[in-house]
């Protein structure tokens, strides 16, 4: 087997761990700018590693079970994110303007990291689903 660069699982928890604060201070962020711990000049950075680590921690952690099929699915999905992220970018930019385009942006940032960890853990549950429903059939 090909050896792949991933970080080791114990990483991905403590990305999980760091994206929810994250996330949800950044989504809060984009709703009301004026919200009162983003008002020191530091925030917007700290903001971006944060989630920017997180991500990449969770994305690209090693699974518990990581064989060539869990290499091939992240490969895959990972493309699907990429091309899935490429068309939201062209609409977005075809339809948004303005202020509102930065905003865009700076989610677009984002969202093939949280495209790619979204759909890659539902194949994941789904594929542990199934191999939990064969092996209680057995």
């Not at 495209?115 to 594929?127: D, G, K, Q, S």
Request: glycine content about 2%.
């Amino acid at each position: 087997m090909k050896k792949q660069l991933l970080l080791p699982h114990a990483c991905k928890n403590i990305g999980w761990i760091l994206l929810a604060p994250s996330l949800i201070t950044g989504i809060l962020y984009l709703i009301n700018p004026d919200i009162p711990f983003a008002q020191y000049a530091w925030y917007d950075e700290l903001l971006v590693i944060g989630l920017t680590i997180s991500m990449t921690m969770v994305a690209f952690s090693r699974e518990k079970d990581e064989d060539e099929y869990t290499a091939a699915i992240r490969s895959r999905y990972l493309s699907l994110a990429f091309y899935a992220d490429t068309l939201i970018v062209v609409i977005g930019t075809l339809a948004i303007y303005e202020f509102s385009y930065l905003n865009f942006m700076v989610i677009q940032m984002f969202l093939v990291l949280l495209l790619y960890i979204v759909m890659f853990n539902i194949a994941m549950w789904h594929i542990r689903t199934e191999n939990k429903a064969i092996c209680d059939e057995e």
